[in-house]
């Protein structure tokens, strides 16, 4: 609307003095979850305020599980907690299956908070096209005196490291965001988002395998894997899928 006009019957020449609003504020105003980085289109988007249903979980090892909790959250009512297993083996997966998207500029985001008690945190994403199975994926791993996390991106060519961070904050009421975003056409990486920092990972090819017998399809997962220290857990929110990412 112009400012200091009348709304109708209006004859003279106008113009609009007022900024449109932020993006990111509207956003966050009408109580959307995605605001962490709001390039791409979000193909979707769930902050677990109903149950699971749209995702399948994945549990190994007795001690596993997964339960909404209104404990600890980022945004609206609830999160999930997944507690892991005291064992190697221990295994929470929490993977959403889609329809493949026409633009395959794809984009993973999660919210998460920090036990680096957690063997290895894990974001990825499943691109089946028929014939190979394409498979960017990137992983945390905590324990270590020296670097208290390692980011590590899987390629053809092995697991290459990141730079470490060492300023996580370990919280249950703080939750850090991770994005990873591949383009499935040219089956490069891109980049990472990790709270403020970008890793430039376009230099990378994603690592694949032959798979023949697998229908077109694509997921997008999100695994802690326990150890034999203890049952570990973290709480989770905002699991967002997009498409079109520049």
């Not at 006009?5 to 003095?17: G, P, V």
């Not at 007022?18 to 509207?26: G, K, R, S, V, Y």
């Not at 889609?98 to 919210?111: F, V, W, Y």
């Amino acid at each position: 609307m112009a400012h200091g006009h009348e709304d109708f019957k209006r004859r003279t020449e106008i113009y609009i003095t007022a900024d449109d609003i932020d993006l990111n504020e509207l956003a966050v105003r009408l109580g959307s979850i995605v605001n962490f980085d709001r390039r791409g289109n979000v193909i979707f988007a769930n902050g677990f305020e109903q149950s699971i249903g749209a995702f399948r979980p994945t549990l190994v090892g007795v001690g596993s599980e997964i339960i909404q909790t209104a404990d600890y959250v980022k945004n609206g009512a609830y999160s999930l907690r997944c507690t892991v297993d005291a064992s190697f083996g221990g295994t929470v997966n929490l993977a959403r299956m889609q329809a493949i998207p026409e633009n395959k500029r794809i984009g993973i985001e999660l919210s998460f908070t920090w036990n680096p008690n957690i063997r290895i945190y894990d974001w990825s994403l499943w691109y089946y096209d028929g014939e190979v199975l394409y498979n960017p994926s990137v992983y945390m791993v905590p324990n270590s005196i020296t670097n208290p996390m390692t980011l590590l991106l899987e390629t053809p060519e092995g697991d290459i490291p990141l730079i470490p961070i060492t300023n996580l904050k370990e919280s249950v009421y703080f939750f850090h965001t991770l994005k990873l975003v591949a383009d499935l056409d040219t089956k490069k990486y891109v980049r990472i988002i990790l709270d403020d920092i970008t890793y430039d990972i376009s230099e990378y090819d994603i690592w694949k395998e032959d798979q023949p017998d697998e229908p077109h399809r694509l997921y997008g997962t999100f695994q802690i894997n326990g150890s034999t220290a203890g049952v570990e857990s973290c709480c989770i929110d905002d699991f967002i899928l997009t498409d079109n990412e520049p």
